[in-house]
């Protein structure tokens, strides 16, 4: 069974840093591309950060580029979205997401996102 499993989430103070894996089980992390998504509360669901399967091409959102960094280690069979700075506003439930032909552009529009993990929460707060 195809799974993606997020952890890592937890309640931080402002301005402190959280790693998030994404592990995934039953299939080879090599040949997909992997997004990372999250939903404040009240908001919709918007794409944060992905990372290609083959070339390390990446997108982050205006939101959070030069604060979240995204990697991939594959013989972990893991992505991990490394988050710096945090701000109350980066509350939220984070899930990670991907597929084979996965990809995220502009303002976190994506396509080919087959398989979801159920996520991880995330609390900004002092």
């Known amino acids: 069974q195809l799974q993606l499993v997020e952890s890592g989430g937890g309640l931080v103070q402002p301005g402190g840093s959280l790693r998030l894996p994404c592990a995934a089980s039953?299939?080879?992390?090599?040949?997909?591309?992997i997004g990372w998504f999250r939903r404040a509360p009240g908001k919709e669901r918007e794409g944060v950060s992905w990372?290609?399967?083959?070339?390390?091409?990446?997108y982050y959102a205006d939101s959070v580029k030069g604060r979240f960094t995204i990697s991939r280690d594959n013989a972990k069979n893991t992505v991990y979205l490394q988050m710096n700075s945090l701000k109350p506003e980066d509350t939220g439930v984070y899930y990670c997401?991907?597929?084979?032909?996965?990809?995220?552009w502009g303002s976190g529009y994506h396509y080919g996102m087959d398989y979801w993990g159920k996520g991880t929460l995330v609390t900004v707060s002092s």
């Open positions: 997401a991907g597929g084979e032909v996965a990809t995220m």
């Open positions: 039953g299939f080879t992390l090599d040949y997909y591309a």
């Open positions: 990372i290609s399967k083959s070339d390390g091409s990446t």
